[in-house]
């Protein structure tokens, strides 16, 4: 356990609530299968009544529990902080832990690369001071506000991803964390079913902004083609715009992207004029952009450019977003492996793109895979979701956005992804099915000895089922 991090009195004070008795937590739930012990567990009513599970959160090993009315079953005696609302309480927590703490706080936003750059940033700034971070995507009207209470008050820095499914939720999350720095990675496609064009999406991302003073600086990518549109957006809040990207006009331009041996190397140029160099350990275009903005952030934040540098070979990509497992297996009396590239946590066309950039130019583990012609490259897309009126369409087109030069194999899951798989050539088609399970049934006959596999889709489609069923055929090595 680390520090206290909430005391009865000051959770009372911020709330308004009334505690049974004295109590102190050293983090806080809303979650039980997730609870840790100490932790202050608050009854959030959302998808079910967080007061069904108040008793099990104490089972668990909670401290106290924020209710706003005592269960039936539980004993009285246990301590409590009764609110008139417990949402309303976890915001006013979060609200009184921003005005403790004196860190820096830098709010991530963008259609792709929110969750890798809050990580990255993370990584390189552990080196400089003590870190706050949003867990996973905790980036919406819960996540947002729970990362906030469980941000330290002896925190140097404080990272907070704002994500959106619908209009007018980004601003509303920036007033609450008051950042003094933004950073918006990128605005795509993503969300198109709550939306009427990208326009839109640049609009409600530019949002960001409604938290930050004056003259602070928000970071932007300029290769995003809406960036005109944002930018005019991002001005009317009275904020400096610093631009990444390969756009020429950008404030920090990178120039060269070179992908050896599943490492990613860059030259980019700053403001100034003057060159530097960078190296991100795993292969991926998009991930040397993501690694530029965060460069920014630190230059903003008056830290050694140097550091931050260096601080990117610390950074390899969680689950889902790239996470690279090689798998060892035993078939027919022989050692054989495979690879396995994760991305199944979301998918849009542009992250698709960038997915099959890193398959394509993945370096396998043994030299000889491609010397012997046995090395197949192999991937498995699922539907993206969230696309609007022009789902089938999207998927349809995005085989002109693809580069399947080096591809050998696509397989496809779900009835939108079917619209991009009837246009596959013959040579490069495997598979369809409706449904993840259906894949499954198969999946033991799809892989083979060295093939290196990338598996992309929205998280609802269920891949992350096929990641476990792949690694489970053998050893992680």
């Known amino acids: 356990m680390s520090g206290i991090l909430w005391d009865s009195n000051d959770a009372a004070y911020a709330t308004g609530g009334k505690n049974t008795c004295d109590w102190v937590a050293y983090g806080v739930s809303i979650d039980t299968r997730t609870l840790n012990q100490g932790d202050i567990f608050l009854a959030i009513t959302d998808n079910r009544n967080g007061h069904d599970f108040v008793a099990e959160a104490f089972k668990k090993g909670a401290s106290a529990a924020v209710v706003s009315y005592v269960p039936e079953s ?90 959106m499914s619908g209009k007018e939720e980004i601003g509303p999350l920036s007033a609450l964390v008051r950042p003094h720095i933004a950073l918006i990675t990128d605005v795509s496609e993503a969300h198109l079913a709550s939306f009427k064009d990208v326009k839109e999406i640049a609009k409600e991302k530019s949002d960001i902004c409604v938290g930050l003073s004056d003259n602070s600086y928000c970071v932007v990518s300029r290769d995003t083609s809406s960036y005109s549109d944002l930018s005019a957006y991002i001005k009317k809040f009275g904020v400096r715009i610093i631009s990444f990207g390969e756009n020429k006009l950008s404030s920090y331009k990178l120039v060269k992207t070179v992908i050896k041996n599943n490492k990613t190397c860059s030259t980019a140029v700053l403001p100034t004029g003057s060159e530097f160099f960078f190296k991100v350990n795993t292969p991926g275009t998009h991930h040397a952009k993501n690694a530029l903005g965060i460069i920014c952030i630190v230059e903003v934040l008056g830290m050694d450019i140097t550091k931050g540098i260096f601080g990117l070979s610390d950074w390899s990509p969680s689950t889902g977003r790239g996470l690279i497992t090689n798998v060892k297996f035993y078939r027919q009396y022989s050692i054989q ?91 490069k088609r495997g598979k369809w099915v409706e449904t993840v399970k259906e894949l ?35 050893t992680i090595c």
């Open 74 to 163: 539980l004993n009285s005696s246990k301590p409590l902080l009764i609110v008139e609302d417990v949402y309303l309480a976890l915001k006013a927590l979060a609200v009184f832990a921003r005005n403790r703490c004196k860190g820096q706080f830098i709010a991530i936003t963008g259609s792709v690369g929110k969750t890798s750059s809050k990580d990255m940033l993370a990584v390189i700034l552990s080196n400089l001071g003590k870190v706050s971070k949003a867990e996973k995507s905790f980036n919406n009207h819960l996540g947002v506000p729970l990362t906030l209470a469980r941000t330290a008050p002896d925190s140097d820095f404080a990272i907070i991803e704002i994500g």
């Open 337 to 427: 492996n495979f690879t396995i590239i994760d991305e199944t946590y979301n998918a849009n066309p542009n992250s698709v793109i960038a997915a099959i950039n890193v398959l394509a130019n993945f370096t396998p583990v043994n030299d000889d895979m491609n010397e012997n012609g046995r090395l197949r490259r192999i991937a498995i897309l699922g539907d993206m979701l969230e696309l609007g009126s022009e789902t089938n369409t999207k998927h349809a087109e995005l085989i002109d956005k693809l580069d399947l030069t080096a591809i050998d194999v696509i397989h496809c899951v779900g009835n939108r992804m079917n619209f991009f798989y009837d246009k596959l050539p013959n040579n």
């Open 440 to 474: 499954s049934r198969s999946l033991s006959y799809l892989v083979r000895d060295q093939d290196i596999i990338m598996l992309k889709a929205s998280n609802t489609v269920g891949l992350n089922s096929l990641i476990k069923e792949l690694k489970s055929m053998g």
